[in-house]
């Protein structure tokens, strides 16, 4: 029996390789990249959903 396939549930979607180039993987990215560029700048999880409008939760998720 073959050893089992490396899941690709990273929590740092800019960690995937390459071929897992999908539209949700670029979506994904986007997101943690633009929330990123926010908290960076010290701001709360709050703030930045407030800021990016999206739920805290999801912002919390790509910090």
Known sequence: ???PEPTLSSANPAELPDEAD???RRHAKR???TV???TDTGRSL???A???G???R???KFA
């Open 22 to 24: 999908t539209p949700a």
């Open 31 to 33: 997101l943690f990249e």
């Open 36 to 38: 990123h560029a926010v």
């Open 50 to 52: 407030r800021e990016l």
């Open 1 to 3: 029996m073959p050893p």
């Open 46 to 48: 709050h703030a930045a």
């Open 58 to 60: 999801t912002v919390g």
């Open 54 to 56: 999206l739920n805290r």
